[in-house]
Nanobody
Framework: QVQLVESGGGLVQPGGSLRLSCAAS????????MAWYRQAPGKERELVAT???????NYVDSVKGRFTISRDNAKNTVYLQMNGLQPADTAVYYC??????????????WGQGTQVTVSS
């Protein structure tokens, strides 16, 4: 069984920073791409950033220059460093990973989500 557990969310003032972490555990053979999504109230879930196993990254335009995705393959962990946070960044943030496990197939797995609230 594979689990993704996120941490690091919270309440921060505009202009502040947070660092999210997402650790994958269980019977994992390999992890391919990893990503962060977010879902604000009343809105659809959107892709925020992705990172390949080799470290290539992509970002949605609204976070470019402010957010940085990274990963530690030895720890099966992906991070999202968020600087210059704005109220529009308020959302539940989810991590997603494409994992090859004991089910002998590549499958997407999701974390449970962590709340990020940007407010003065």
């Amino acid at each position: 069984q594979v689990q993704l557990v996120e941490s690091g969310g919270g309440l921060v003032q505009p202009g502040g920073s947070l660092r999210l972490s997402c650790a994958a555990s269980g019977s994992i053979f390999s992890i391919d791409s990893m990503a962060w999504y977010r879902q604000a109230p009343g809105k659809e879930r959107e892709l925020v950033a992705t990172i390949t196993k080799g470290g290539n990254t992509n970002y949605v335009d609204s976070v470019k220059g402010r957010f940085t995705i990274s990963r530690d393959n030895a720890k099966n962990t992906v991070y999202l460093q968020m600087n210059g946070l704005q109220p529009a960044d308020t959302a539940v943030y989810y991590c997603r990973a494409r994992i090859y496990s004991t089910v002998n197939s590549w499958l997407p797995y999701w974390g449970q989500g962590t709340q990020v609230t940007v407010s003065s």
